[in-house]
Nanobody, 121 residues
Framework: QVQLVESGGGLVQAGGSLRLSCAIS????????WGWYRQVPGKQRELVAG???????NYADSGEGRFTISRDNAQSTVYLQMDSLKPEDTATYYC???????????????WGPGTQVTVSS
C-alpha cells in the first residue's frame, strides 16, 4: 500500500524558515525519485523540487537558492528545507514519486494529506 504523510508546515513571517517532512512506505522509497509539490486553491499543483535515488537534485525557479531537498534512506523520509520564505510560497505542500528529475508527472494517484505553509508579509 502506498503511504505518504507530509508534516512540518506552519505559519511564519516572510524571511523565516520551515522544514517539511514526507514519511514514505519503506517498500517504495529506495527505488524512486521523489519530489515536493505545492498547490494553491484554484491553481494547478506544481513541482518545486526533486531528488533521485543517487542524490541528484532539481529545483523549480521559484525555489532555487532558497529550498533544499534531501533524503534519509534509513528513515524512508524526504525533507524540504525552506529558507527566506516569501508570501507567494503560501500553499499546501505534498510529496510524491517522480518519473525522473526531468519529468514532473507524479507516479502515484493517491496523495497524502499535505501540509499547509502560510507565509505572512
Amino acid at each position: 500500500q502506498v503511504q505518504l504523510v507530509e508534516s512540518g508546515g506552519g505559519l511564519v513571517q516572510a524571511g523565516g524558515s520551515l522544514r517539511l517532512s514526507c514519511a514514505i512506505s519503506r517498500s517504495i522509497f529506495s527505488a524512486n525519485t521523489w519530489g515536493w509539490y505545492r498547490q494553491v486553491p484554484g491553481k494547478q499543483r506544481e513541482l518545486v523540487a526533486g531528488i533521485s535515488s543517487s542524490g541528484m537534485t532539481n529545483y523549480a525557479d521559484s525555489g532555487e537558492g532558497r529550498f533544499t531537498i534531501s533524503r534519509d534512506n534509513a528513515q524512508s523520509t524526504v525533507y524540504l528545507q525552506m529558507d527566506s520564505l516569501k508570501p507567494e510560497d503560501t500553499a499546501t505542500y505534498y510529496c510524491n514519486a517522480l518519473m525522473s528529475l526531468v519529468r514532473s508527472t507524479p507516479k502515484f494517484d493517491e496523495w497524502g494529506p499535505g501540509t499547509q505553509v502560510t507565509v505572512s508579509s
